[in-house]
């Protein structure tokens, strides 16, 4: 389906500096759930569980030739999750590949250490970076220490890419495209009518279990104040959700990125890139993952 309007780069409130970090982090929790919950019945399965069977089923057993850099983490958002349903569902092709699995690396401007340490403490095959890692000059001894193991280097974009203006895209691909293997787009939004409703439910449903994750999850009684009282809380996930579906790139635009982006080598280096995409349901009729997958030819 076409875009209803042409890409707009709105601002976020969830990115503003003057944000408070309680709030942010309450947003962060709530996407993350967004990724990560499976309901019954009325979900296939959960966005992440979704992205783990793209990676699996696009990358075949080159799987295990990668490791997958979460460049836009945030408090660790759907990649521990991705990383869970990954390698639980493929099959190790050899001892080697069965005793280390596949690698995943959690990677952030904004480092969120105390969270990133749970979530690598529940499993061996989930690290990451303490320090700011700029997706647009990735350290050279970040991808290196893998490429050195013989590893390929594919970097993660999990509900992220859209946050980039143009200039910052092409900066981040034409790092990418120097530097690693291959690169996914996740996004649960786009610019469609369909795209553009997520948002709103994702706000009633929030309005529905935000007793439970208060309460039961989080601890934090102050979640209602700030759900139902003064109701920031789902006034900025749903308002972000629609400036998000704004600010996501087809396709087709970010293939034109990709080819616009000054790296080195110029159209030739390009055009060793295959981009695939498409979308994928989780839940009938409106939850679905649009993806973009791209990867080096062999």
Known sequence: MAPLLPRIHLFEIDDQPWFPPWFRSKVQAALTLAWTTHIPFLQARSPAQTVANLLSDTLGQAVFDHVFIDFCAGGGGPTPSIERHLNASLPPSSQQNEKEGVQFVLTDLHPHVPDWEKAAAESSRLSYVSDPVDAANAPADLVGQYKDKGKKVFRLFNLAFHHFDDPLARDILKNTVETSDGFGIFELQDRTLPGLLPP???????????????????????????????PVLPFVLVGDGIVSALRTRTPEEVAHLLRTCGAEGGPAEIEKWELKSGNKSFMWPLGKVNWIIATRKR
Do not use: D, E, N, R
């Not at 309005?207 to 003064?230: D, E, G, K, M, Q």
């Open 200 to 230: 709103i439910l994702f706000g009633i449903g929030i309005l529905l279990l935000a007793p439970y994750y208060a309460l039961c999850v989080w601890h934090s009684p102050w979640t209602l104040v700030f759900t139902y009282l003064i």
